[in-house]
């Protein structure tokens, strides 16, 4: 607050940043606003033009005095005025326990406590807080002051707002922190404090980003100096004219109401006067209209000019940035497609040498609590976390790599609009099973080519098969399982449904050391199974059925079975499941991707686990969105390894050293704090390719599932003419065709269901797959379909006679 001297003679707006329109204005309704007697009503506040209550007050409020009466209730921020001894007051923030270092805020420093929110199991914190140079830092005690920062925040590009009496909400740098004062009194002795540390924090900014800010600012500050003089003189001009008009206007009247012609002499003379006063008064102000428009339009013309430059500058520098990205991605794609060494593991050879390392560990709460973090210091030389601390395998750990040139794009996706009557006029007299779906809504891949994209990330699989400890080996495994879900963050559209008896093989065995399988076991329900046999030590095996459950807004998917995965020289066998996936926005607006549920990853030999936690999207949560967690626990339930990352980015792990237990949340839950190592990466998302959005947002693995490769069975994905088609922008012919082969799979079975009856059993056997049998899973005990060999031997013959012509 102000004293009325400082207000009067206006040397306040000297000592403070902020702007003096919104300052002045609203002191200028509210005293316009007192009620009889002068009172100003108790409770008023002042509020600044941008909403920001500054305030209560209850003093008398007379005449022009009043904004002396008003303000001499408080202490002056300008010349630090104590209240007047007739109007003693007792000091409000002794009475609330502030505790602030300074009575006045504004200065260099300012600290005091304030309750901060940490998350909805804890609530409200009490915080020491240090407004300093235009930061707002944070700690638990006055005694973190020494060593220890919870948080800071840069005020210069925060925003201020409150809430009700106690609360203040400050946002920067995409985050919200919410505060709350002791009193209302407080509050507002913040509130008042942060606005002038933030306005000098921009200034200090402007002056420092600029070096040729003070000119500039002198130029600009006699410029508005000689447009408010011209205002002025405009202004005076008005007046004069108001004056002279009102009285030509008085003469004029008494000329006409004149009876005695003697009178009249004396009358016309002073309306002579009062005329040739307005002509005069008249053209001077005219002629002070027109310097102000010069000067108005030279100053625009200049500042236009300055404009344009800062926007062709912006642009030049927009071509430029897209340009680095450009050649970034280039690079990228360069360094993935030369040749690599298998054996290019980053080791850490300090802790072999003995070097110290200074260790930080952070606090991992199973109640997901992120800002509440301890810091500690752990011993040096402490063994750190090393995925690569494996064997090498010398069949092939030192061989290099030729990579065969595959394609690296597919024709545009064409711009068609859905036109829903376009659909629903082929469904008129049809059944609803036989209803075709089009295309429109379709990827160009098949769901045996989704399914074989979970080996994008296969390189942490062959790290895996490397570790010489089933617990890192276990880190890296789940790292796997969450990076198939990376590539459906963009990917929105279906996958055409493969038909029975549909195959589709991945053959990277000079490459990578691997070789996939898939078939399309069943139709009713529709299941696929997988088998991946690696020369790098590990072989993959499951099968997958879908089920789905509309529900209005959005589409929940949800996949059936089991994934198993072992290593040759182990003999460690993982399993685990998949989450559930959410397409939302399925009737109106527009489609994306959650990822939610449970995995459990369990080795079934020495019954390590792994538990993931995927955190579903929700508008009021303050985690990041497509938040992963996980713990490694050994076979005594005791944790070994934090996992933490998105589904969508990345995945780390960190070592835990030490546990114990911390204070209960509110749900009567005992916490356990972890002491971890630094956290180490597991897994990292490639970058988007170049002109993604335009090829179905597909990785570089997707672009070359469906690429021509000789030798392929007949029943391979890749021959699928409908999906060629889709591919190559021919919708329609491809709806057509795709029509087609559902009809014509819809023959087979019902000649084949013709075949059983007039049989002598009559009994119709199930589609019987060529290169999977259902036997009993000894580790679930479930009936699954297990790779019985011999694709691969048919094709080095190109014996592919069993084969059924499904195209």
């Not at 204005?25 to 509020?47: D, H, S, V, Y």
């Not at 002056?207 to 447009?227: M, R, V, Y």
């Not at 601390?389 to 595959?406: C, D, I, L, M």
């Not at 002598?760 to 297990?786: C, I, R």
Request: proline fraction near 4%.
């Amino acid at each position: 607050m102000l004293c009325g001297q400082c207000i009067k003679n206006k040397s306040w707006l000297l000592k403070i940043d902020v702007p003096i329109e919104i300052i002045v204005k609203p002191m200028q309704r509210q005293l316009a606003n007192c009620g009889p007697g002068g009172i100003l009503t108790a409770g008023t506040g002042f509020q600044f033009s941008d909403g920001k209550r500054m305030g209560k007050a209850a003093a008398p409020c007379s005449g022009s005095g009043g904004i002396l009466s008003v303000l001499s209730a408080v202490p002056c921020l300008s010349c630090k005025l104590q209240p007047h001894k007739s109007r003693r007051m007792s000091d409000p923030l002794k009475s609330t326990g502030a505790a602030l270092a300074t009575a006045v805020p504004g200065y260099d420093t300012y600290k005091g406590w304030l309750f901060k929110w940490t998350n909805y199991l804890k609530g409200y914190q009490r915080r020491w807080f240090v407004l300093s140079n235009g930061l707002l830092s944070y700690y638990r005690t006055k005694a973190e002051m020494a060593h220890t920062c919870r948080g800071t925040i840069n005020l210069a590009t925060a925003h201020i707002d409150t809430e009700d009496s106690c609360n203040i909400v400050l946002t920067s740098g995409g985050r919200t922190y919410h505060l709350k004062a002791s009193s209302e009194v407080e509050r507002q002795r913040w509130v008042t404090g942060l606005e002038l540390a933030k306005a000098k924090a921009i200034r200090m900014m402007h002056d420092q980003s600029d070096p040729s800010s003070q000119s500039d600012k002198s130029k600009l500050h006699s410029t508005l100096k000689i447009l408010s003089s011209k205002l002025d003189d405009l202004n005076t001009c008005n007046d004069l004219i108001s004056k002279h008009g009102a009285a030509l206007q008085r003469s004029l009247s008494e000329l006409e109401n004149l009876r005695i012609p003697s009178e009249s002499g004396e009358k016309i003379k002073a309306v002579n006067e009062r005329a040739t006063l307005f002509r005069i008064t008249s053209n001077a102000m005219i002629n002070a209209c027109r310097d102000f428009l010069e000067l108005a339009e030279t100053t625009s013309r200049k500042w236009q000019r300055a404009l344009q430059y800062e926007q062709e500058q912006r642009i030049r520098l927009e071509e430029t940035i897209e340009q680095l990205a450009k050649q970034h991605n280039s690079l990228e794609q360069a360094c993935r497609e030369a040749p690599v060494l298998s054996s290019n593991l980053v080791t850490i050879s300090s802790i072999a040498k003995g070097e110290n390392l200074s260790i930080t560990s952070r606090l991992m709460e199973t109640s997901d609590e992120d800002e509440e973090t301890e810091y500690f210091d752990a011993m040096e030389d402490t063994p750190v976390f090393d995925g690569t601390q494996a064997k090498e395998n010398n069949t092939y750990g030192k061989e290099v790599v030729q990579k065969k040139k595959r394609r690296t794009r597919i024709p545009d996706k064409p711009n068609y609009s859905l036109n829903l009557w376009s659909i629903m006029k082929n469904c008129i007299g049809k059944e609803l099973s036989k209803i075709p779906m089009p295309v429109n809504f379709n990827e160009p891949l098949s769901m045996l080519q989704r399914l074989t994209e979970d080996l994008e990330y296969h390189e942490l699989l062959d790290k895996a098969a490397k570790c010489e400890s089933s617990l890192e080996q276990i880190c890296y495994i789940a790292a796997f399982s969450v990076s198939s879900y990376s590539t459906t963050v963009h990917r929105t559209a279906k996958p055409f449904n493969p038909l029975l008896g549909e195959t589709y093989e991945l053959d990277r065995f000079e490459e990578y050391g691997y070789r996939s399988i898939c078939e399309q076991v069943s139709h009713h329900p529709p299941a696929a199974a997988h088998h991946v046999y690696s020369r790098r030590g590990w072989t993959l095996w499951q099968e997958i059925t879908i089920a789905s459950k509309f529900r209005g807004k959005y589409l929940s998917i949800m996949p059936l079975g089991a994934i198993h995965l072992q290593f040759h020289s182990s003999g460690n066998h993982y399993v685990w499941r998949k989450v559930t996936s959410t397409v939302h926005n399925i009737i109106v607006g527009k489609l994306w991707i959650d990822q939610s549920g449970d995995i459990d990853l369990v080795n079934l030999k020495t019954k390590e686990t792994c538990q993931l936690k995927f955190t579903p999207y929700s508008y009021f949560s303050r985690d990041i969105p497509r938040k992963v967690t996980g713990v490694v626990t050994d076979c005594d339930n005791k944790a070994q390894y934090i996992l933490s990352g998105t589904w969508d980015e990345k995945m780390e792990c960190a070592k835990i050293m030490q546990s114990s237990c911390g204070n209960s949340t509110s749900e009567g839950k005992q916490k356990t704090v972890y002491q971890t190592l630094p956290p180490k990466l597991l897994w990292k998302k490639y970058p988007l390719l170049e002109n993604a959005e335009n090829m179905y947002y597909f990785s570089e693995l997707a672009l070359t599932l469906n690429e021509f490769e000789e030798g392929v069975a007949p029943t391979d994905s890749r021959l699928r003419p409908d999906q060629h088609l889709m591919e190559n922008g021919l919708w329609d012919e491809a709806n057509v065709e795709k029509q087609r082969l559902e009809e014509k799979q819809r023959s087979v079975r019902r000649r084949r269901e013709a075949e059983s009856a007039e049989s002598l059993h009559g009994v119709y056997e199930n589609y019987q797959p060529l290169w999977f049998e259902k036997k009993v899973d000894s580790a679930t005990g479930e009936m699954t379909y297990m790779y019985k060999g011999g694709y691969w031997e048919a094709k080095e013959k190109q014996d592919w006679k069993i084969c059924p012509d499904i195209f």
